[in-house]
């Protein structure tokens, strides 16, 4: 399977706990995009990358939320002192090509759950 | 916050109707995209019409764009039970570094029943 992929597929954990998402784009996509879906509502931007360059971060990207993206392949997005309004599904998408390509290809997501 | 409302909320019909969803959005946009999401396959990307055009198709799936309105359709005909999910609109912007930022609305629910 060379679609992207994300580990883990769900999470548990207890609030103040520090969480640790990780996302495989497709082999030599160069951007990557980080989403958060809570129930019932679409996806919400958190972050884009270019290669190792975070160019955009949203506002819902607080300063307990991390992402990096080390050597322009995968990614991770790190949550520090978890709270229960953390649960939520985080998405990855990652493009390929020439820039503005619009088509984002997106990984099953991990599933988290603060209690 | 969401850029797009869809509507319905949610969508019942027969195998073999056709099912019609709306979108609105707020601000002007570069394209708008079509997604779906089941538990099965995750979020997929159906189809783009740009901000000039005004009718696009691909295979059993219509959209049209009024940009006047900032409203968009997703037809659906000859719907199939596997077409069960939910539907969502998205808006992109473009960002630095030849990126774009999708903004989506908050779904419509559909479900075809045998």
């Known amino acids: 399977d060379t679609g992207v992929s994300q580990n883990p597929r769900h999470k548990i954990t207890k609030r103040g706990q520090n969480v640790t998402f990780r996302c495989d784009p497709i082999s030599e996509h160069n951007r990557l995009y980080w989403y958060r879906q809570t129930l019932g509502q679409g996806p919400e931007f958190l972050t884009y990358?270019?290669?190792?360059?975070?160019?955009?971060k949203s506002r819902l990207l607080s300063d307990r939320f991390s992402a990096e993206r080390p050597k322009g392949s995968f990614s991770t997005l790190e949550i520090q002192r978890t709270e229960q309004g953390d649960s939520a599904m985080y998405l990855c998408?990652?493009?390929?090509?020439?820039?503005?390509?619009?088509?984002?290809?997106f990984g099953p997501g991990t599933r988290l759950l603060v209690l | 916050s969401q850029q797009g409302e869809e509507d319905p909320q949610a969508l019942s019909i027969q195998e073999g109707e056709n099912a019609t969803m709306n979108c609105s959005y707020k601000?002007?946009?570069?394209?708008l995209q079509w997604y779906r999401q089941n538990s099965g396959r995750g979020l997929v990307h159906l189809i783009l019409?740009?901000?000039?055009?005004r009718e696009k198709h691909s295979g059993r799936l219509r959209v049209t764009l009024d940009t006047s309105k900032k409203s968009s359709s997703l037809l659906i005909t000859a719907s199939r039970a596997a077409d069960t999910a939910s539907y969502f609109c998205a808006t992109d912007l473009y960002l630095t570094g030849g990126g774009n930022k999708l903004t989506f609305g908050t779904g419509t629910q559909l479900k075809v029943e045998l």
């Open positions: 998408a990652s493009v390929g090509g020439a820039a503005f390509q619009e088509t984002q290809y």
């Open positions: 601000t002007s946009i570069n394209n």
């Open positions: 019409i740009r901000s000039n055009e």
């Open positions: 990358f270019q290669n190792e360059a975070q160019l955009e």
